[in-house]
């Protein structure tokens, strides 16, 4: 199973919108509504953003927001922020029963 | 509050054997899968396995079956990764999640915090 396909970086000034993409194969993320997002600061464990495609978790601002066309799915985050400056993944449960991760995008507020 | 406790950095040699732990609290433990997450050095998440402590039924990704193996102890509300031989190259952060056992429901909403495994001569 290949790691999903997602920018390497991606940055712009705060109070903009940036856009991640998340691309995989009809067998991940073509083929379920079951693409999720996580956040990673530096040193710290991963944290839900996303689930389903576009669902946000409680607490969970709602200037991050999901959505999919075909087999890429897609992280928008409003009004960036300095503390929305992390690694972003995306994941998706696969027609394997597992689970497979992409490739992580770094986001920089300028 | 529903956590998930790993247990603490290792520091191995190669050959030997090792296993951690990630010990959930705050919520019905047999209720959620647990899935093991490893993260190298510099490097992204990859979905090592995951575990039913229900029934203990497991499911590996292929590029860790035989590599590694994930348990469960239910009656203490315990998962664990294991190895019986170290690499240098299983030097990594290994995560630990919890993922709701209902059908439909494919994220992981809880994360532990983390135990670095180092494996060096």
């Known amino acids: 199973q290949s790691a999903l396909t997602q920018p390497a970086s991606v940055s712009g000034s705060p109070g903009q919108s940036i856009t991640i993409s998340c691309t995989g194969t009809?067998?991940?993320?073509?083929?379920?509504?079951?693409v999720s997002w996580y956040q990673q600061h530096p040193g710290k464990a991963p944290k839900l953003m996303i689930y389903?495609?576009?669902n946000r978790p409680s607490g969970v601002s709602d200037r991050f927001s999901g959505s999919k066309s075909g087999n890429t799915a897609s992280l928008t985050i409003s009004g960036l922020q300095a503390e929305d400056e992390a690694d972003y993944y995306c994941s998706s449960y696969t027609s394997s029963s597992s689970y497979v991760f992409g490739t992580g995008t770094k986001v920089t507020a300028l | 509050e529903v956590q998930l406790v790993q247990s603490g950095a290792e520091v191995k040699k190669p050959g030997e054997s090792l296993e951690i732990s990630c010990k959930g609290s705050g919520y019905s433990f047999t209720s959620y899968w647990i899935g093991w997450v490893r993260q190298m050095p510099g490097k992204g998440l990859e979905w090592m396995g995951i575990?039913?402590?229900?029934?203990?039924?497991?499911r590996y990704s292929p590029s860790f079956q035989g590599q590694v193996t994930i348990s469960a102890d239910k009656s203490i509300s315990t998962a664990y990764l294991q190895w019986s031989n170290l690499k240098a190259s299983d030097t990594a952060m290994y995560y630990c999640?919890?993922?709701?056992?209902?059908?439909?429901?494919?994220?992981?909403?809880?994360w532990g915090q983390g135990t670095l495994v180092t494996v060096s001569s």
């Open positions: 999640a919890r993922r709701r056992a209902v059908a439909g429901v494919y994220y992981f909403d809880y």
């Open positions: 575990i039913y402590p229900y029934d203990s039924h497991t």
């Open positions: 009809s067998s991940d993320v073509g083929g379920y509504n079951y």
């Open positions: 389903d495609v576009s």
